[in-house]
C-alpha cells in the first residue's frame, strides 16, 4: 500500500515536472481568417457563392413567372400542358443546378482551405520552434474546453502571416 501511494505521488510529481516544461499554444481557426490571405480566401468563395446565388434567384424567377402563366385561365389545354412540361423541366433545372452549385462551392471551399493551410502551417511551426512551444492545438476542435487567453498566438501568427503577404508583392515587382 506505502509502495502504490508513493508511485502515485511520484508520478503526480513527475506529471506536474513535465507539464511546467511544456509551452503550449492556442490557435483559433476563425480568427485567422482575419489575416489578408484569409481575408482573400473568403472574397473569392464570397464572389463564388454570390454569383450561383444570382443565378438560383434569376432561375427561381422564371420558375415563378412559369408558374404563374400555367395557371392563366386565358390558356387552352395544348398550351397549359407544353408550359407544365416546360415548368417540370425547368425545375429539374434547378434542381441539377442547385446539387452542382453546392458541390461547387464545397469544392472550392476545400480548396482554398487546403492551400490556405499550406501558407499558415509553416508560419505557426516556424512561430512554435522560435518561441519554443512544445504543443500548438487548435480551439474549437473539441479536445481544448478551456485555456488562458495568454496561450493564445493567433494573434502573432496573423501579424506573421500579413507580414509576409505584404512581402511577396515587393519580391515580385523586383
Known amino acids: 500500500m506505502k509502495k502504490n501511494l508513493l508511485l502515485i505521488v511520484a508520478l503526480l510529481a513527475l506529471t506536474t515536472f513535465v507539464f511546467s516544461e511544456m509551452k503550449i499554444g492556442i490557435i483559433n481557426p476563425q480568427t485567422l481568417q482575419d489575416s489578408i490571405k484569409g481575408k482573400e480566401a473568403s472574397e473569392r468563395l464570397r464572389s463564388l457563392l454570390l454569383s450561383k446565388q444570382k443565378k438560383s434567384d434569376a432561375m427561381q424567377m422564371e420558375i415563378a413567372a412559369l408558374e ?25 433545372d434547378f434542381k441539377r443546378y442547385a446539387e452542382d452549385a453546392q458541390k461547387e462551392l464545397s469544392l472550392a471551399e476545400q480548396k482554398e482551405m487546403e492551400a ?37 498566438i493567433t494573434g502573432k501568427v496573423v501579424k506573421a502571416l500579413d507580414a509576409q503577404a505584404a512581402a511577396v508583392p515587393t519580391a515580385t515587382k523586383k
Open 68 to 92: 404563374k402563366e400555367t395557371m392563366s385561365l386565358a390558356l387552352n389545354q395544348e398550351t397549359k400542358e407544353k408550359k407544365s412540361i416546360e415548368l417540370q423541366n425547368k425545375r429539374v
Open 116 to 152: 490556405y493551410q499550406r501558407h499558415v502551417i509553416p508560419v505557426i511551426e516556424k512561430i512554435a520552434k522560435e518561441e519554443g512551444y512544445s504543443l500548438i492545438l487548435i480551439w474549437g476542435s473539441g479536445s481544448v474546453m478551456y485555456f488562458e487567453p495568454a496561450m493564445d
